[in-house]
């Protein structure tokens, strides 16, 4: 199992400056959440993680974006709580053309929210090139959560960028304005299970 806590590029104090937002990617096996970030250059892999540095403007203020990749066949089982640790936002992926990995959004969001019960997630539809039809098609999923859904395809780009753009804001916003005593709670509870010999 790997540990993020032992890479120092890792290092969880940076996240506490006002421009700096986690955003993490769930999702199946080859749903297409590598292809989805790969259009930012940088980035540092470790062996089940990939860590794409992104940076961006939103409202005019340089905002920089740490999104955070697993390999599908993780699980949401054997996902390590540092994966979700102080983390700002969740894209949560499902491939069009196959039916299992829409119905697993079902564990990926319960184990979601088992450690972030309330950071803003979105639900993205990916590979609509393969057939644009679906997207005629109603997901209840999202509709059930009360979560946006967007239609994607990391192939040719279609709404990636807007896709991206809106979760990077929704970040900022939950980091703005959920400083709350609940959450401060919560916060000191992960570290302490993360982190139990330090206590
Ligand atoms: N047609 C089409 N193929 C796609 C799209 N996005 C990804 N793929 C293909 O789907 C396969 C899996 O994509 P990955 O990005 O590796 O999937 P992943 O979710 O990162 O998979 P794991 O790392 O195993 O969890 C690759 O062959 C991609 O080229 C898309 O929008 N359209
Ligand atoms: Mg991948």
Same mark, same amino acid.
């Given at each position: =199992?790997?540990?993020?806590?032992? /890479?120092?590029? +890792? ?9 700096? #937002?986690? /955003? ?9 959440? @590598?292809? +989805? ?7 540092? @892999? ?6 794409? &540095? ?8 340089? #905002? ?10 993780? !699980? ?5 709580? @540092? ?7 969740? /894209? =949560?992926?499902?491939? #069009?053309?196959?039916? /299992? ?11 979601? !929210?088992?450690? !972030? ?25 999202? &509709?059930?959560?009360? +979560? ?21 804001? =929704?970040?900022?916003?939950? &980091? ?12 000191? +509870?992960? #570290? ?5 010999? !330090?206590?």
């Amino acid at each position: =199992m790997w540990d993020a806590s032992g /890479i120092p590029e +890792l290092d969880q104090d940076k996240y506490d400056a006002d421009e700096e #937002v986690k /955003i993490i990617c769930l999702g199946d096996s080859a749903v297409g959440k @590598s292809k +989805l970030m790969e259009s930012h250059p940088q980035q540092l @892999s470790t062996y089940a993680l990939t860590l794409y &540095k992104y940076t961006t403007t939103i409202d005019s203020k340089a #905002v920089l974006v740490d999104f955070w990749d697993t390999a599908g066949q993780e !699980r949401f089982q054997s996902m390590h709580p @540092s994966y979700y640790h102080k983390a700002h936002a969740c /894209i =949560m992926v499902f491939d #069009v053309q196959r039916k /299992i990995t829409y119905k697993n959004l079902t564990s990926w969001y319960t184990g979601l !929210r088992e450690y !972030r019960p309330e950071i803003p997630c979105v639900v993205v539809a990916n590979k609509i090139d393969a057939d644009m039809k679906v997207t005629q098609r109603n997901f209840n999923f999202a &509709k059930k959560q009360g +979560l946006p859904l967007y239609f994607v395809s990391a192939a040719d780009g279609t709404n990636v960028v807007k896709m991206l753009k809106e979760t990077i804001k =929704m970040a900022m916003s939950y &980091k703005q304005n959920s400083s709350d005593f609940m959450d401060e709670v919560m916060q000191e +509870l992960e #570290v302490q299970y993360i982190f139990p010999s !330090r206590y």
